[in-house]
């Protein structure tokens, strides 16, 4: 690694990460510094013991990448009016995470991505599904879903707006921390967060060390300690 390299790593404590985080406007260049969910959720896994993964969110579009806090909603796959709801309690720099009953129909699409964008949200997670891809696309707004269809359902607004929500194994609550990239979605509880990112420098560090001795000609067996 070179002293750059060196450099932004240093820059990667907990305390700055946050500092880093919590200003918008630097929230995809500190990105761009190495955290993934990978190595996020293999830190809250050994902090905790759970993975924090919503199963099955992917990007709609592979460069997509979210950190910031959650803003929940509860809601039915055919109660889109719920989710424009929970845009405009949404703080700027939040995330917007929808739980919804199932995957069928769309809850999120190109207007609502285009209202979130203009209320300064980061992105959009959906466990359910979303539609208007192209659109999306277009906008560059961050969204991930676990599934995309063409139909959507009606604006009843029957569902709930910062409440806990169940996303498959995962439980998100308002205010914890959500990681997005091309591997999925992870979710770190607020309580843990400082734990969780000093952990995952570690990781980074850690990782960062076997890639440099693996280039060198070591054997993964002789790093891991396994090779008998």
Not at 63 to 74: E, L, R, W
Not at 86 to 110: F, H, M, N, Q, T
Not at 188 to 216: G, T
Request: proline share 4%; net charge neutral; glycine share 10%.
């Amino acid at each position: 690694m070179d002293n750059k390299g060196e450099l932004n790593r240093e820059k990667l404590s907990p305390a700055n990460f946050l500092k880093q985080y919590s200003q918008g406007s630097n929230k995809q260049k500190s990105l761009s510094l190495g955290i993934t969910t990978s190595q996020l959720s293999d830190a809250l896994r050994k902090v905790t013991g759970q993975n924090g993964v919503l199963v099955g969110t992917k990007p709609v579009k592979n460069s997509f990448k979210i950190f910031g806090n959650a803003t929940t909603v509860k809601t039915s796959a055919n109660d889109w009016g719920t989710v424009i709801n929970g845009i405009y309690k949404s703080k700027k720099g939040d995330v917007l995470v929808i739980s919804c009953d199932r995957d069928d129909p769309a809850v999120w699409g190109e207007m609502a991505s285009t209202a979130a964008k203009k209320q300064g949200i980061l992105g959009t997670v959906i466990y359910g599904a979303c539609r208007d891809i192209v659109g999306i696309k277009e906008l560059d707004y961050p969204v991930f879903s676990r599934a995309i269809v063409p139909n959507a359902g009606n604006p009843i607004g029957e569902g709930e707006v910062n409440i806990p929500v169940i996303c498959g194994r995962t439980t998100v609550n308002p205010g914890d921390l959500i990681m997005g990239d091309e591997c999925g979605v992870v979710s770190i509880p607020v309580d843990v967060i400082d734990n969780v990112l000093e952990e995952a420098n570690k990781i980074l560090y850690n990782e960062d060390h076997i890639a440099s001795q693996l280039n060198h000609g070591e054997s993964f067996l002789d790093i891991l300690g396994n090779n008998k």
